[in-house]
């Protein structure tokens, strides 16, 4: 490759960085006793409130609804992340020094598989916090789940649950975009 194909995998690399400083998925709640919503921020290492008592709110209406408590510690996955998107970060700047076209194909089909299993893996944390219910909670409501959707809109009794991407999400995808020009563009050399 050259310098400035090597230079553009370095690039798409290196902002990857920019998804330990914002949220990449986020999860959004409208209910008439929240009508200015709540909601959580799902970061590389944690999970937050949008604002400051939000998580609070979510954990205490869980719990009337006999959903497992929503404790970012508890979760190893949020202890992996950071781990995985430095291997990226590396291993992208290596291909960049490297400026072997192969290994850019390699690292994206890596980037690809690790995102999918990360969205599997929310899906069945969704599935998870929905379904397996305590059966003493004080509000039970025959026959009804609460897995929040994985992408979308939907309606958990009084509550509507939105859960979408956010910026880390959209910089993974410009890290991926930009990568695979260089590779596309790099067939010439």
Excluded: C
């Excluded at 709540?38 to 937050?48: A, E, K, L, P, W």
């Excluded at 939000?54 to 970012?72: R, S, T």
């Excluded at 290994?103 to 893996?121: N, R």
């Amino acid at each position: 490759m050259d310098t400035k194909k090597r230079i553009s995998m370095g690039v798409a690399a290196l902002i990857l960085i920019g998804v330990y400083f914002v949220p990449i998925w986020s999860i959004s709640m409208d209910a008439p006793q929240y009508p200015e919503g709540i909601g959580m921020n799902i970061t590389v290492d944690n999970i937050q409130g949008k604002e400051k008592n939000d998580l609070q709110n979510i954990n205490g209406l869980n719990h009337y609804i006999g959903m497992k408590e929503i404790n970012p510690d508890s979760i190893p996955e949020l202890k992996i992340m950071p781990f995985i998107f430095g291997f990226l970060i590396i291993s992208g700047v290596v291909i960049a020094i490297v400026g072997d076209r192969k290994w850019i194909l390699f690292w994206l089909g890596i980037f690809v598989l690790l995102a999918i299993a990360g969205l599997v893996d929310f899906y069945i944390w969704g599935y998870d916090y929905g379904h397996n219910l305590n059966p003493d909670a004080p509000i039970k409501v025959p026959g009804m789940t609460y897995q929040p959707p994985l992408l979308g809109s939907k309606q958990l009794l009084n509550i509507n649950a939105t859960s979408l991407p956010h910026i880390g999400f959209y910089i993974s995808l410009l890290s991926m975009g930009i990568a695979g020009t260089v590779w596309w563009k790099s067939k010439e050399d």
